[in-house]
Structure formats: structure tokens, C-alpha cells
């Protein structure tokens, strides 16, 4: 604690003057943390003690700085290629590689439902392959398997995103990271219909007018979530130790958390997993009934005082039973 000779009084008022808790640690001569925790035990008995950011040496969250660091970032490329939100405290739940069939509704979906019921997360993001794109792949046809035509593929993920939709509190917040597999939609009309570019329904977002496409998106100046980047099972971590950043990426269809601390702090490279079945019809023959490493589920972010706490993966126990498993626990779905 600090000082003795400090009393609750006095420690109101030096609070008040400097307005930051690490300013009152210096000059009471204690750990940061003794501040936070006498301001805590006083905040209890009704007093109000802000932080006002006034030294580069705090971590406390300033939002103008943050919104104008961010606002730069997006500037750095034309419209829609990034987007971004200025968040202090909230959460943010990031899905990937949904690979959304016809008639295939995954145990990790239904998780994904009932934790947006359950959180009510500030933004969600399908972070890429919504969209499978199975019967326009530049990749040949394997023997004589049967794959989805595109307007039965794209009732599956419009089905599936309206579900996300009349779950989540804030829909202005629905972002889509575009993904490789969401990318051949227009590639293949772009190769053999060139002369409807523009025309309304020629592209994968006219479908799905909530949701906001991007390539990245930014959480403040220091977490960016996007399909994909580095490759391989050691992505996360390759991801951020060469961005400077905590990175959220999907694709590789493998969930991990990786922290990484140096001298600027620790930051957190994410795989996120798969929201399909990975035993789902989509992968059957394009496995070869393979071993498939891979993981279905998804990742919760969380922030506080600007900061982004250690992710949390929400990570399918048993597809067939609808179990999950979350914060220690085996979770029904």
C-alpha cells in the first residue's frame, strides 16, 4: 500500500491533482499496482478518481490518441481496404474458415450463436472463407464428386451470417476479412464475364449488404485481424513477431494463442481455427481422408484500458454430442 503518512484524504486529492496512477506512484515512491488497488478500495465508497493520460509512460487508455493513430493507419490505404474501431473496454469475437455448406450446421456455429447471446461482443468478425467456392476452384474436379452449385453455397452462408445477425447487439460492427476461398467468387466472374464488372450482383458483398468487407481490420493501433499472412503451423507466432502488432489470422484451419513479449511489451500471435467441421463433406476428397491437424471453434477477444488481455478459444470437445470446451469447462450446444 502506499505510504502511511499518505491518508485517504491526502490520497484523494494528489489523485485528483495528477490524475494518473503511475504520477502518484512516482511521487509516493510505490509499485503502480498499490495506486490501483487504493484507488479500487476507494472507488468502492462512491469516490470517483479518473485517469487523465498526461505522460507518454502510462498505459492508460487516451481515446483522442488512439482514434488519431488509428485514423492514420486507415488513411495508408485506399477506402475499405482496412477499417478499424478505437475500443477501451469491450470484446470482440473473430470466426474463421466457416467454409458455410448446404444442410451443415456445425456444433462450433451454435457455440458461436449462443456466446454472442451470452457476451454481446462490440464486433464480430468472419474472418475469411465464409464462402468455399467448391465448384469455381481453380483446382480441377477430384473423380466424379458432387459439389454445391454457388446459389446453393450462398443461401448456406446467408442463412448462417442472418443467424450471427439477430444474435449480436451492436450490428453496426459486422465485418467480413475477406479470405482466399471468398475471393474466388469474382475472380472467376473477373476471368469469364469481364464485361459485367459493376453490375449489381457480380460481387460477394452485394449479398450480404450488413456486413462490411475489408482486408484487415484494426482493434486501435496495436491488434489487426485479417485471413491470413505468414504460413504453416507456426503462423501466430511468425505473424507477431515480423507485424510489431498482436495479429488474429484464420486459414491455416489450426487454433492457437502464441504471446510474445520484448522490450515494447507482449502482444499475441492468434489462429483462430475453423468454425466448419473439419471432417465436413467439404474436405473429404480434398483431404484424400487424410489426418487432419486442424481445429473447430473460434476466439474471443477482450479489452480493457485499451489493452488486449490473453485471447480466449472456444474449441469443439465432441462435434457429434454438440460439446465445447471453454474456461475450463465442457459446455453443451
Known amino acids: 500500500m502506499p505510504k502511511e503518512s499518505c491518508t485517504e484524504a491526502e490520497f484523494i486529492e494528489l489523485f485528483k491533482e495528477l490524475k494518473s496512477p503511475q504520477a502518484v506512484a512516482n511521487f509516493l515512491g510505490v509499485n503502480v499496482?498499490?495506486?490501483?488497488?487504493?484507488r479500487t478500495d476507494i472507488e468502492k465508497k462512491g469516490f470517483k478518481l479518473p485517469t487523465e493520460n498526461t505522460s507518454g509512460n502510462t498505459r492508460e487508455f487516451n481515446k483522442a490518441e488512439v482514434q488519431a493513430k488509428l485514423q492514420q493507419r486507415l488513411e495508408e490505404t485506399r477506402h475499405s481496404v482496412r477499417r478499424g474501431?478505437?475500443?477501451e473496454k469491450g470484446r470482440v469475437l473473430v470466426f474463421s474458415d466457416a467454409h458455410f455448406y448446404p444442410d451443415d450446421e456445425t456444433t462450433a456455429f451454435r457455440a458461436l450463436v449462443e456466446c454472442i447471446k451470452e457476451f454481446r461482443p462490440e464486433v464480430i468478425v468472419c474472418n475469411g472463407d465464409a464462402f468455399d467456392g467448391a465448384s469455381i476452384s481453380r483446382h480441377p474436379r477430384i473423380g466424379w464428386d458432387s459439389k454445391p452449385t454457388v446459389k446453393q453455397e450462398l443461401d448456406a452462408v446467408t442463412y448462417h451470417l442472418n443467424e450471427i445477425e439477430k444474435a449480436s447487439t451492436f450490428k453496426s460492427n459486422l465485418?467480413?476479412?475477406l479470405g482466399n476461398h471468398d475471393?474466388?467468387?469474382e475472380t472467376f466472374l473477373a476471368a469469364n464475364a469481364p464485361q459485367y464488372e459493376g453490375v449489381q450482383g457480380y460481387s460477394?458483398?452485394?449479398?450480404?449488404?450488413?456486413?462490411?468487407?475489408?482486408?484487415?481490420?484494426?482493434?486501435?493501433?496495436?491488434?489487426?485481424?485479417?485471413?491470413?499472412?505468414?504460413?504453416?503451423?507456426?503462423?501466430?507466432?511468425?505473424?507477431a513477431l515480423n507485424s510489431g502488432v498482436s495479429m488474429v489470422t484464420g486459414h491455416t484451419h489450426n487454433m492457437s494463442v502464441m504471446p510474445i513479449t520484448d522490450y515494447k511489451g507482449t502482444r499475441y500471435g492468434v489462429?483462430?481455427?475453423?468454425?466448419?467441421?473439419?471432417n465436413?463433406?467439404?474436405?473429404?476428397?480434398y483431404t484424400q481422408d487424410?489426418?487432419?491437424?486442424?481445429?473447430?471453434?473460434?476466439?474471443?477477444?477482450?479489452y480493457d484500458r485499451g489493452e488486449l488481455l490473453i485471447p480466449e478459444m472456444v474449441q469443439v470437445w465432441d462435434e457429434e454430442k454438440g460439446e465445447v470446451q471453454f474456461r475450463g469447462k465442457i459446455w453443451s450446444v
Open 271 to 278: 489462429q483462430t481455427g475453423m468454425l466448419a467441421n473439419p
Open 183 to 185: 475471393a474466388r467468387f
Open 290 to 302: 487424410g489426418v487432419k491437424d486442424w481445429r473447430s471453434g473460434f476466439v474471443m477477444l477482450t
Open 85 to 87: 474501431i478505437a475500443m
Open 175 to 177: 465485418i467480413w476479412t
Open 33 to 38: 499496482r498499490c495506486v490501483y488497488r487504493r
Open 280 to 285: 465436413g463433406e467439404q474436405f473429404v476428397d
Open 204 to 239: 460477394l458483398k452485394d449479398f450480404f449488404p450488413h456486413w462490411q468487407p475489408c482486408w484487415s481490420y484494426w482493434v486501435n493501433d496495436s491488434t489487426v485481424i485479417k485471413h491470413m499472412w505468414k504460413g504453416g503451423f507456426g503462423a501466430g507466432r511468425a505473424n
